[in-house]
């Protein structure tokens, strides 16, 4: 069972679609003769009431598969049934920590035979201050785990000595005293979202009429009406932004360009922030007055722009067909 961490007090809660390119597979998909790439390794430990639950908690958000509490000596198991063929887990967290008791001890082996069979592990190394533990564990009133019926501060500085050789080799050390569960959630995002964590952000980007009305879901609306409307062509009335006329006709507009050259550098900054803050799925939808041309082109452009940067992307043109349908 996971430790109790931090006050109990605190606040843990935490149309048709049409898609314009396919899911890049796997290399492993594309060759099944290719090596298996090994998972990338976090390590969570540290001292019980320091925040393990919800480190552990954070990384499952991020799209990590988590295990609480596994024995050492199922770490290479473990890592073994991630390299199987089929398998999509290229990321795993752990907690390994001192409630194993007798099983804790081989953790550093471990890890050093993984490191030399091309695993490469980081270790996050959560403290606080024994003071701050003895309040945590008198207000969720748990019994330290290496108590054995004496004091919790007994418990504490047996667990700090156990765990002194861990800690020099931790690769990020946070002393969670004085941070609420929010701030340590956040702090872990800092450290541990980058570049190869895009994909735990989804993103859906939708095109729209604002005569049918504006998507409920939508986090992000961007307004194109602005832009000169094929519409009025009318030999691109009937098409859709799908189509090649109409596409280059918005495309090659210098308004468009001008636009897009905005546009698409602001997604690229705001995006990783949402993650950071905790935001798994983003919606964004760019509307026009019928949904159908403008709005179609630019949110194909928005889609193939976040996917260059390794976003997972959905496309959904909402009104694609409402206007051809009515005519």
Request: hydrophobic share 40%; glycine share 6%; with cysteine.
């Amino acid at each position: 069972m996971a430790d109790e961490d931090f006050s109990p007090e605190l606040d843990w809660s935490i149309g048709a679609e049409q898609a314009s390119a396919p899911v890049e597979p796997d290399a492993a998909e594309l060759d099944p003769d290719a090596p298996a790439v090994p998972p990338e390794l976090v390590v969570i430990t540290g001292l019980s009431g320091a925040g393990r639950s919800e480190a552990i908690h954070t990384f499952e958000d991020l799209g990590y598969f988590c295990i609480d509490n596994l024995p050492p000596a199922l770490l290479s198991q473990l890592v073994q049934l991630t390299l199987l063929p089929g398998s999509r887990i290229r990321r795993v967290a752990v907690v390994c920590d001192m409630r194993s008791l007798e099983f804790f001890g081989t953790l550093l082996e471990e890890l050093d035979k993984l490191e030399a069979s091309g695993v490469h592990h980081r270790i996050l190394y959560l403290e606080a201050a024994d003071k701050v533990l003895v309040n945590r564990f008198k207000t969720t009133r748990r019994r330290h785990p290496l108590c054995e019926g004496g004091s919790v501060i007994e418990g504490i500085e047996a667990e700090r000595a156990g765990l002194a050789k861990l800690r020099e080799r931790a690769s990020l050390i946070l002393d969670t005293s004085e941070m609420l569960p929010a701030q340590l959630r956040e702090s872990i995002r800092r450290q541990f979202v980058s570049e190869n964590l895009r994909d735990a952000l989804s993103v859906t980007v939708t095109s729209f009429g604002f005569k049918y009305g504006m998507p409920i879901d939508a986090d992000i609306v961007m307004d194109v009406r602005f832009l000169p409307n094929p519409f009025y062509i009318p030999k691109l009335r009937h098409k859709n932004g799908l189509e090649a006329a109409v596409y280059r006709f918005v495309t090659e507009r210098e308004e468009t360009k001008a636009f897009l050259d905005r546009w698409l550098p602001l997604l690229t900054e705001l995006l990783p922030n949402y993650l950071i803050e905790g935001k798994h799925h983003l919606s964004i939808a760019l509307g026009c007055t019928g949904g159908m041309h403008r709005s179609v082109v630019l949110t194909e452009k928005t889609a193939e722009h976040l996917r260059s940067l390794g976003y997972d992307v959905a496309v959904r043109h909402r009104d694609i067909r409402k206007d051809l349908d009515r005519v």
